[in-house]
């Protein structure tokens, strides 16, 4: 009888000691959760500029939750506000309506970290003390892992995966220690080569668009920004690939940048028309475009246009494609035996906000015409630069002109400045 005792008592110490380490020591070394049988399925997730957006939703079963967050865990909790709706049985939810904002990437410390939607709930019969439920994130999507180089002063990877005891979805931050080429921003001088842009006073679009982003560059570099040119200055004869491997548009992508700027000077037929025109991608928080456009106009003399048409806010634009913008690009394509691309009017109408921002812009050069217009490798990815396309006055106006002319270094450093102001918290 005391030996079947004593073999209960061992039994017992072993399964406790068991779930007393399984509870108490990870193979990260914090504490496990305990989690929920429903999981959260997330349909969509994306890295733009310096953020982590994503999307999804829950059947959470009883709605009657105090609070709700996405939190990461470490042995710590980070509370990460969301926006949701809850109709009683299905909640949806993402981290942001706005593109560009979520979960800021820069300032996360060293370390892994898993990510689950966090609901707190009222004991009613001590409401001192709360209820927390854990909702394990189930990647729905066809991105199974994510990469994200931070700004260079900073230094880290971060892998978003699911390779972990919970299946969840997680962050792995750590020093960036592999080779790979990495620029936190990327300047686009606007045309180039045979591509001479506009024209006016006997000079071209390219005669500036070079001088000032190499100037830009340069000011950025002394900053301690890693920043690299799409091109450098062409003879007339050259022409610049936009896609492909190397293209201007694809160039952002491949090393990862967290920002791109494209610099041109506007024109039109009308020499009175001018002013500072920025375009923007669509559905973004707008301050940074705005503090830009402020900065340019109160450093340099120029004006903000008086163009109306995609006008958001002064000197702040957004052009995505209409429905007829979208049937004239694939006008007469079957005579060209091209196959029509994907375009929708989620689709930003310039290509260089548009190509260098993947699935959140409406990327759409595919492998429908390699031969004939180019691939962007990018076109389908989750990971993409915040890019504006600065129009920087008109050079068919006087007045804009001189500016163009002879106030590249102000224009430079009101970039600069708004940069240094706005994109590092």
Do not use: C, W
């Not at 000691?17 to 049988?37: R, W």
């Not at 560009?100 to 990510?115: F, P, S, T, V, W």
């Not at 969840?168 to 300047?187: G, P, Q």
């Not at 503090?291 to 702040?316: D, R």
């Amino acid at each position: 009888m005391k030996k079947i005792i004593l073999i209960i008592v061992i039994a017992i110490i072993a399964v406790g000691g068991y779930f007393g380490y399984k509870y108490f020591f990870s193979e990260k070394g914090i504490p496990v959760l305990e989690t929920e049988e429903e999981k959260v399925n997330v349909t969509k997730y994306y890295v733009y500029g310096t953020h982590l957006n994503m999307e999804g939703s829950l059947n959470i079963g009883d709605s009657n939750f105090e609070e709700i967050y996405l939190t990461l865990y470490n042995g710590e909790f980070k509370n990460i506000e969301i926006n949701y709706e809850d109709d009683g049985n299905l909640l949806t939810f993402n981290l942001s309506d706005e593109v560009n904002n979520g979960l800021y990437l820069e300032d996360i410390a060293r370390g892994d970290y898993y990510m689950f939607i966090k609901a707190i709930y009222e004991k009613k019969e001590d409401p001192e003390n709360k209820i927390e439920k854990y909702y394990v994130l189930d990647n729905k999507t066809e991105y199974p892992d994510t990469e994200y180089y931070t700004f260079s002063n900073v230094n880290n990877k971060i892998l978003i995966n699911s390779d972990n005891d919970y299946k969840t979805m997680m962050l792995n931050v750590n020093e960036k220690k592999d080779s790979k080429k990495v620029a936190d921003i990327v300047i686009d001088p606007g045309h180039g080569g045979m591509d001479g842009g506009a024209e006016a006073f006997g000079y071209s679009e390219r005669d500036f668009t070079y001088s000032l982003s190499k100037l830009i560059q340069e000011k950025l570099e002394e900053e301690g920004y890693n920043v690299i040119l799409t091109r450098g200055e062409l003879s007339q004869n050259e022409v610049m690939d936009e896609y492909n491997d190397g293209g201007r548009a694809v160039i952002s992508s491949e090393v990862y940048s967290k920002y791109l700027f494209s610099i041109h000077f506007n024109s039109n037929s009308v020499s009175s028309v001018n002013g500072l025109e920025i375009y923007s991608p669509a559905n973004i928080n707008y301050d940074f475009a705005k503090a830009l456009a402020e900065n340019i106009t109160s450093m340099t003399g120029i004006e903000y246009s008086n163009q109306k048409t995609y006008k958001l806010y002064n000197g702040v634009y957004s052009h995505s494609f209409s429905e007829t913008e979208i049937a004239n690009s694939l006008a007469g394509y079957e005579e060209k035996d091209y196959e029509p691309y994907n375009i929708t009017t989620n689709s930003n109408y310039y290509y260089m906000i548009r190509e260098t921002g993947g699935i959140v812009t409406g990327a759409y050069i595919d492998d429908s015409n390699p031969e004939k217009v180019g691939v962007n490798p990018y076109y389908n990815s989750n990971r993409g630069s915040e890019s504006y396309v600065l129009e920087l006055g008109y050079i068919t106006n006087s007045s804009d002109f001189e500016v163009i002319q002879n106030k590249q270094d102000s224009i430079a450093e009101a970039i600069v400045k708004t940069i240094k102001e706005n994109m590092l918290k």
